[in-house]
């Protein structure tokens, strides 16, 4: 089925970012996300049987620190020089 609806500018573009990312297409996330928001309006205290939310969003921050330490006390985190160079001067721009 075609629907048309209107979403704000913003959420557009965190949606096209999102679909290219995961490879997706629009129509396909725009209906994963409204299963699983029926599905969380139908059973709020059932697991969801469809795609779930990532047990990374829940942890608190010491955890996500703690893993960050783990993954970079076994691989070296430094920038490309010129790789550096080029963040450092895309962030200058944007002030």
Avoid: F
């Amino acid at each position: 089925m075609n629907v048309n609806v209107t979403i704000p500018d913003d959420l557009y573009e965190q949606v096209e970012s999102l679909a290219c990312r995961q490879d997706q297409s629009r129509s396909d996330l725009y209906a994963q996300a409204l299963k699983m928001l029926v599905h969380a309006q139908d059973a709020p205290d059932q697991p969801s049987s469809g795609p779930s939310r990532p047990e990374w969003l829940d942890w608190p921050s010491e955890k996500v620190t703690q893993v960050l330490n783990e993954v970079y006390s076994e691989h070296d985190s430094t920038l490309d020089p010129g790789l550096a160079l080029l963040q450092s001067e895309a962030v200058r721009e944007d002030w």
